[in-house]
C-alpha cells in the first residue's frame, strides 16, 4: 500500500518562500514518478510541477516556472517543493501525486494513482 504525506504549508507573506515535502511509503518510490499538484477554493486542482523517478527530468506549470524546484531524495523516498517568490495566488491546498510504477512525469491528475491528504499554503498581500 501507498502512503503520501505532505508537510510544510503555512502561511507566508507575499515574496517568501516556503518548502514542502512528501513522504512515501512503498519499495517503488525510486521508480516512480512524481508530482505536486494544487487546488485553491472555488478551483479545480491544477498541476504545479512533476519529476521523473531519478529526478533528471522535471517540468513545470508557467504559473509557477522559474520561481518552484521540484526534486526528489530517493534513499529517504520524499519529494520536495522549493517555492520562493510567493504570490497571492499561489494560496492553495497543495497535493503530492505519485505515478506508481510510470518512470514519467506528467501533468495531467488522472495518471496519478495515489495522492496525498494536502497541506495548505496561504499567502497574504
Known amino acids: 500500500q501507498v502512503q503520501l504525506v505532505e508537510s510544510g504549508g503555512g502561511l507566508v507573506q507575499a515574496g517568501g518562500s516556503l518548502r514542502l515535502s512528501c513522504a512515501a511509503s512503498g519499495r517503488a518510490f525510486s521508480s516512480s514518478a512524481m508530482g505536486w499538484f494544487r487546488q485553491a477554493p472555488g478551483k479545480e486542482r491544477a498541476f504545479v510541477a512533476a519529476?521523473?523517478?531519478?529526478?533528471?527530468?522535471?517540468r513545470y506549470a508557467d504559473t509557477v516556472k522559474g520561481r518552484f524546484t521540484i526534486s526528489r531524495d530517493n534513499a529517504k523516498n520524499a519529494l520536495y517543493l522549493q517555492m520562493n517568490s510567493l504570490k497571492p495566488e499561489d494560496t492553495a491546498v497543495y497535493y503530492c501525486?505519485?505515478?506508481?510504477?510510470?518512470?514519467?512525469?506528467?501533468?495531467?491528475?488522472?495518471?496519478?494513482?495515489?495522492w496525498g491528504q494536502g497541506t495548505q499554503v496561504t499567502v497574504s498581500s
Open positions: 519529476i521523473n523517478w531519478s529526478g533528471a527530468t522535471t
Open positions: 501525486a505519485a505515478r506508481w510504477g510510470y518512470s514519467s512525469g506528467s501533468s495531467y491528475s488522472n495518471e496519478y494513482a495515489y
